[in-house]
């Protein structure tokens, strides 16, 4: 598997809903083994070219597949975090995220969970759960940060570009 980077329109896709679980099954080891090698956290479905609602993550507590989530309350009060993403290699910044959610998700056999996350994992289940919906984490940021990171970004999509034409 290989991991889009930005200017790759299926990261801007909202991704749909999985109902075949046995395909999740299916490419979940080779899916751990990227971003374990790629040295991420957290890969969302999306980031791999494939549009459905699905994300791998590890907050240090073990490797976890998270399908079809769902942020079902969130406290009011946000922090900032550095953040970085796979999908925009060498870029880092802070970003506001909520300080707990609380989440409803199924495994990679359907079964249901409810969890309350905070800290850490409530940052990356957000910066995920954003993948599926087209969102990546340099839009969460205010105009100044964004300007001052536009030629790191812009240089990103014209490495793909030339990757393309290959």
Not at 29 to 55: C, N
Not at 64 to 77: A, G
């Amino acid at each position: 598997m290989k991991v889009r980077v930005l200017g790759d329109p299926v990261l801007r896709k909202k991704a749909v809903p999985v109902t075949d679980f046995a395909s999740v099954r299916a490419i979940l080891e080779e899916f751990k083994m990227t971003m374990y090698s790629e040295d991420g956290v957290g890969l969302a479905a999306p980031q791999v070219g494939i549009s459905q609602r699905f994300f791998g993550m590890d907050d240090g507590s073990g490797f976890k597949m998270i399908v079809n989530p769902e942020i079902i309350e969130h406290s009011d009060e946000k922090e900032f975090g550095e953040e970085g993403c796979l999908s925009v290699p060498g870029v880092f910044a802070d970003v506001a995220r909520y300080k707990w959610v609380r989440v409803r998700y199924q495994d990679e056999h359907g079964s249901y969970h409810e969890e309350l996350l905070e800290g850490y994992p409530a940052r990356i289940f957000q910066h995920e759960y954003d993948h599926l919906n087209g969102v990546l984490f340099i839009d969460h940021l205010d105009s100044k940060t964004r300007v001052a990171l536009s030629q790191q970004l812009k240089k990103i999509m014209e490495e793909r570009q030339k990757e393309m034409k290959k």
